[in-house]
């Protein structure tokens, strides 16, 4: 039951990112929640996460992610952790780019008896010096997309 409930609210986040609503993505962060950006930007609160969010898609054509979840598991009643790896297909494209594969955690915790996200973090997963593993990496990735 917690794995099917963490896994849908990143997937939702997910869902909201690829159809541009920062909105929708704002919405699933608690209202001190945090986002750490590919580039590392630190983005706090909801309320700045819809405002970081929204003139990046109003004003660019943005990637959209496919990922694949490697765990969830619980830190406590009310706290849970969701590690995924993610790659992004460039707009008017088909196959992933591994330039900016990545890492992604994510970290919910129950507010008012719904889970909301605390944390996302998005690491790049350049593996410097190891072309077998991004490889490795967009090959998983790109399973998931062919399914």
Known sequence: MLESSITAIYHNLLEAWNNKSAQDMAQLFSTDGEMIGFDGSQINGSEE??????????????????SKVRSVRSLGTE?????AIAGMVPPGQS????????HHTLIV???????KIQLFQNTPA??????????QMTEELREVLNN
Do not use: C, Y
């Open 79 to 83: 706290t849970a952790m969701l590690r």
């Open 95 to 102: 196959e992933i780019n591994p330039k900016v594969n990545t």
């Open 49 to 66: 996460i819809f405002s970081h969010l929204h003139p990046i898609f109003e004003h660019h054509q943005t990637a959209s992610f496919v």
């Open 126 to 135: 350049q593996f410097h010096g190891r072309p077998e593993l991004v490889e």
């Open 109 to 115: 915790v129950k507010e008012n008896n719904d889970w």
